[in-house]
C-alpha cells in the first residue's frame, strides 16, 4: 500500500484477540519505521491514532507481515472527544494514556511551570511492545495534558527508559534562543521488537529541546555511551552542584550499576560499581535532609523494586552507610523517579512510579501511581526512605469527615457509608491500641497486627509498629488501585484492585483487644478528568 502522508495521524485498527503483525514503513526503498500490532479491519476491539507528523508530505511504502489488505485511513484530529479518559475501569486521580500501554515514568523535569512527565508508551496497542516515549505536562503534578510523543524507535533501537536534566550552564553547547536545553538520556534497545534495529546492541543516547520541551531533536554523534555488557540500559543524569559534577547512574545487570561521571553531559567516565542486593533496573541518586536538617544530609540510591542504600558521595564515589532497606513491600508499583529542576524555593524531591496493575477491556492499559514526596526520616535511632502523598491532593478534596477517640472493640466495630469512589483516608492509632484489626472498603481488607508490629494487604506484609506513641495508617483509593503508607511513608504498599462497589463502606472491627483512634480523616476525592 502507498501511503502519501497529508494528514496528522493514520488510524490502525486493533484486536487484542488478534494475531500480531508487523507493519512496515519504507521511504524510498529503506526501511524507516516498524511496528508489532494486533491489525484488525473486519473486527477491531479500538483504532489507534498514530502520529506521522514527521513524514508529512512524504509518500511511503505500507507493508505488513503476514500480508493482509491494508485498508488505513487518516485524520487531522486525535479520538473522538465523548471517549477522551472515560471507561469503567479508567483511574479517577491518577494518571494513565488516553489509549494504548504506558509503563515506566521516564524523563521527568520542571520547567518554566510546567512538570514534564515522559513514559514507556505502545501508541498502537494495550500491551507491552513498540516503546516509544509519550509525554504529558501537569501545572500542578495532579492534572495532567497528554502530549504527542516525543522519541520515537529508530535503526538503534526503540525507546527505552531514562531521564531528563536541563542543561543550565550550557555545557553541551546546544543553547540557541533563549530557553534553557532540556536533553533526555535513553536506552536505545536494539534488536528488541523491531526489524529497523535488527542484531544492534543496547546502547545510551540523547535527545535535546530548544523550545522547551514540545519537541525534541536526537543527539546527531549518538550513542553517547557504547555498549557496555548484557542489556545495560536505563540512565538516570543528576547534576551534583557541591562538586560541580553530572553522575550518571546504570542499570548493569543482576544487582549491578555502574556510576559514570561527565563535566559536559557528552563524554562520560566510569566512576564506581554499585551492587544494590534484591533489586535491578531503573536507578534513581538523589541527595536528601535527614529530618528536614540540612546540615545533615545524605544519598539515596534506590532500584526499580524500591529497594535503597542510604550513604554519603565525595564527588568520586558513593559510599554505603547500611545494607538495603525496603521501602515498597508490595508487586505493583515500580520504576519510580524523581523530578529534577525543581525550584529551590519549592525545595521537595518528588516522585512518581508506575502502577503495573494491567486493566481488562479498556483501550488503554496500567497507570502511574499518585505522585509522593520523599524525606529521610528517623526511626528509633535508624533513618529510613518515605514516600508520601504530595499536599497538592488536597485541592481534589469534597466532603472531609473527622473523628477523634474513637474505640473499638470485639462488640462495637466503626462503619461508615461512603457515597464516593475515590477517598485519601487517614488513621492515627493510639499506642494503648492492642490486638488485631480487620479494615475493610470496596472488597479490599486491610490486617493489621499489633501485637507482631504486621499489616497485610492482599498477601503482602509490612512492618506496622508504634512510633513516638502512635501509629499512622494513610490510604489512598481508586477505582483500581489502592495506596498504603505506614508511618508517613516508611513502608509503602500498592495494590491494583477494581472496586467492588456494592461493599462501599468504611468498617474497621476487631476480635481481640481495643483498638484506639485518635484521629480519623476521610476526605472524599474529586476525578481530575472532569
Not at 42 to 71: C, H, I, S, T, W
Not at 159 to 182: C, P, R, W, Y
Request: aromatic letters at 12%; glycine letters at 6%; hydrophobic letters at 35%.
Amino acid at each position: 500500500m502507498r501511503l502519501l502522508c497529508n494528514s496528522k495521524y493514520i488510524i490502525l485498527p486493533v484486536n487484542h484477540h488478534a494475531g500480531k503483525r508487523c507493519l512496515k514503513f519504507y521511504e524510498e526503498g529503506r526501511l524507516v519505521y516498524d511496528l508489532q500490532v494486533e491489525l484488525d479491519f473486519d473486527n477491531p476491539g479500538q483504532e489507534f491514532y498514530l502520529n506521522m507528523e514527521r513524514f508529512a508530505g512524504k509518500e511511503l511504502e505500507l507493508n505488513v507481515e503476514p500480508e493482509m489488505v491494508l485498508d488505513i485511513k487518516q485524520s487531522d484530529t486525535k479520538y473522538p472527544s465523548e471517549d477522551n479518559y472515560t471507561g469503567k475501569y479508567r483511574p479517577k486521580f491518577h494518571f494513565s494514556a488516553q489509549r494504548g500501554w504506558l509503563n515506566d515514568p521516564n524523563g521527568l523535569v520542571y520547567y518554566q511551570g510546567l512538570y514534564h512527565m515522559f513514559f514507556q508508551h505502545n501508541p498502537v496497542g494495550c500491551k507491552w511492545g513498540n516503546m516509544h516515549w509519550g509525554h504529558a505536562a501537569s501545572r500542578d503534578l495532579i492534572h495532567w495534558t497528554e502530549q504527542e510523543p516525543v522519541l520515537y524507535p529508530d535503526e538503534m533501537g526503540t525507546m527505552f527508559s531514562g531521564s531528563a536534566i536541563i542543561d543550565i550552564h550550557n555545557v553541551t553547547g546546544l543553547k540557541q534562543n533563549e530557553n534553557e536545553v532540556i536533553l533526555l538520556f535513553y536506552t536505545a534497545a536494539g534488536n528488541t521488537d523491531s526489524e529497523l534495529s535488527r542484531n544492534q546492541p543496547f546502547v545510551q543516547c540523547m535527545a535535546y529541546s530548544v523550545d522547551g520541551g514540545r519537541t525534541f531533536v536526537k543527539y546527531s554523534s549518538n550513542p553517547v555511551i557504547p555498549f557496555l555488557e548484557q542489556e545495560n540500559r536505563d540512565p538516570k543524569v543528576i547534576y551534583d552542584p557541591e562538586h560541580n559534577i553530572y553522575v550518571m547512574v546504570l542499570y548493569l545487570s543482576e544487582d549491578r550499576y555502574l556510576l559514570l561521571t561527565s563535566s559536559n553531559l557528552i563524554d562520560w567516565t566510569s566512576m564506581q560499581e554499585i551492587v544494590l542486593e534484591g533489586d535491578a533496573e531503573c536507578p534513581d541518586f538523589y541527595p536528601l535532609p535527614v529530618g528536614g536538617d540540612h546540615d545533615n544530609i545524605r544519598w539515596v540510591f534506590t532500584g526499580a523494586s524500591d529497594r535503597y542504600l542510604i550513604g554519603s558521595f565525595d564527588g568520586k564515589r558513593f559510599h554505603p552507610e547500611s545494607e538495603s532497606k525496603k521501602l515498597q513491600y508490595s508487586s505493583d508499583s515500580y520504576a519510580a523517579q524523581t523530578w529534577s529542576n525543581i525550584p529551590g524555593e519549592d525545595g521537595r524531591r518528588l516522585r512518581i512510579a508506575w502502577n503495573r496493575y494491567e486493566l481488562p477491556d479498556m483501550p488503554f492499559n496500567t497507570a502511574m501511581n499518585f505522585p509522593c514526596e520523599m524525606t529521610l526520616r528517623s526511626f528509633h535511632k535508624d533513618i529510613f526512605l518515605c514516600a508520601y502523598p504530595i499536599s497538592e491532593i488536597a485541592d481534589l478534596y469534597g466532603e472531609v469527615v473527622k473523628e477523634q477517640n474513637i474505640s473499638i472493640t470485639y462488640s462495637n466495630k466503626y462503619s461508615r457509608e461512603l457515597l464516593g469512589r475515590l477517598y485519601d483516608i487517614t488513621l492515627e492509632l493510639t499506642a494503648s491500641s492492642k490486638g488485631r484489626f480487620d479494615l475493610s472498603l470496596f472488597g479490599i481488607k486491610i490486617l493489621g497486627d499489633l501485637a507482631n508490629n504486621s499489616l497485610t494487604c492482599q498477601n503482602h506484609t509490612a512492618p506496622f509498629e508504634v512510633f513516638e506513641g502512635n501509629t499512622q495508617l494513610r490510604i489512598i483509593i481508586d477505582v483500581s488501585c489502592i495506596e498504603v503508607f505506614v508511618n508517613y511513608g516508611k513502608a509503602f504498599l500498592s495494590i491494583g484492585h477494581l472496586q467492588d462497589v456494592n461493599q462501599n463502606r468504611l468498617e474497621i472491627e476487631t476480635q481481640d483487644g481495643e483498638i484506639v483512634l485518635k484521629e480519623l480523616q476521610i476526605n472524599e476525592l474529586r476525578s481530575i478528568w472532569n
